[in-house]
């Protein structure tokens, strides 16, 4: 087994590239988990298989975002948290936990999930399960259209969880651990308070469009990786089946960058275990060491920009403390929050 006291500096990880069968279509709750229990299985197989092509010294898996479920499509909070929301301590965990287990890996995935804290809500979270099976790291989406955020109960997250539960690094014996989701790679902000806190390794799960131009997100992750030194694995679904979206919508294009920004290893569309490459955390260790141009972490001035951030106020927060709302919530606070923009001269 792995000693998470010893010290790992050199391994090998996983972007594992999998088909999301989504739950959209499940009539109830029950049908959804054994949708979802086959779906860990599909997994638990896949899993093996990779790690027997890698080798033993592959330490980290990450896996796509909401890969047990795909992505609500109209369904009320109510209905959502009823059929697709994973419990904290739930047995979908449980089932994962014991992969990881097996294999004496780190999982890294995605999943919307219900916190006793907030009943009337759900959050995306981004989690880490150590090769004892116990969840190491839980990441609470911040930035989401259509779905609720620690932002949006900002007062009351805080008083729960505190700021390093809003941005958690998990100190392991592969490195120091932390979780973007998706699009959020586009906000260099959140990459930044993690690298504050010591990350070393960013576990994107997402679930987007790939093609043969660089895209946005793309370019993001190269620039996240660069400006932060570290090294960043992104997962991306092989299709989403089960639903209305046409299946490749969001298929292909995981990759492992390190953190010179270099991508060191990527594949193509449809599932596939050959996003794999070594992270030797001993060399990012002495570049964030070394003087130069070149090391950008230490040449950081946060005092420079910490009074404009403080001044600036563009969307809002606590803006679900009173409970559930409709899907027209986000557009309408976005609306407010552009026209409020627009009147300060801001856009």
Wanted: charged share 20%.
């Amino acid at each position: 087994m792995i000693d998470n006291t010893h010290k790992i500096d050199s391994f090998r990880a996983l972007a594992l590239q999998v088909t999301c069968h989504a739950v959209n279509q499940a009539s109830d709750r029950q049908e959804a988990q054994l949708l979802m229990q086959n779906s860990i299985k599909r997994l638990a197989q896949q899993i093996a298989a990779s790690l027997a092509f890698i080798g033993p010294d592959c330490r980290l898996i990450v896996l796509p975002e909401y890969f047990l479920t795909g992505f609500p499509l109209g369904e009320s909070f109510a209905v959502w948290r009823e059929k697709a929301c994973l419990e904290m301590a739930g047995a979908e965990y449980e089932a994962l936990g014991k992969i990881a287990q097996k294999h004496q890996i780190f999982l890294a995935g995605n999943a919307y999930e219900l916190d006793p804290n907030f009943p009337d809500l759900y959050f995306q979270t981004c989690f880490v399960i150590d090769p004892a099976g116990a969840v190491v790291l839980r990441y609470r989406r911040l930035n989401s259209m259509f779905a609720p955020t620690p932002h949006d109960v900002w007062d009351k997250y805080l008083d729960c969880y505190g700021l390093a539960g809003v941005f958690p690094v998990a100190q392991t014996a592969i490195g120091n651990l932390a979780a973007l989701a998706s699009e959020e790679i586009l906000y260099p902000e959140v990459a930044r308070c993690l690298a504050m806190r010591g990350a070393e390794i960013f576990l994107h799960s997402t679930s987007e469009v790939y093609g043969q131009n660089l895209s946005p997100k793309d370019a993001a992750k190269i620039t996240r990786a660069v400006e932060n030194m570290t090294y960043l694995v992104s997962a991306n679904t092989a299709g989403i089946v089960n639903n209305s979206i046409p299946v490749a919508s969001a298929d292909g294009g995981s990759k492992i960058i390190d953190y010179r920004g270099m991508v060191i290893a990527q594949t193509n569309t449809g599932e596939s275990m050959a996003a794999f490459a070594e992270i030797d955390l001993a060399a990012l260790r002495r570049d964030r060491r070394r003087l130069g141009l070149n090391n950008l972490l230490s040449r950081q001035r946060f005092e420079l920009y910490a009074q404009s951030y403080n001044q600036s106020n563009f969307y809002p927060a606590n803006t679900m403390l009173e409970g559930e709302v409709d899907r027209k919530h986000f557009t309408q606070t976005q609306q407010a929050t552009i026209e409020r923009l627009a009147k300060l001269g801001i856009i």
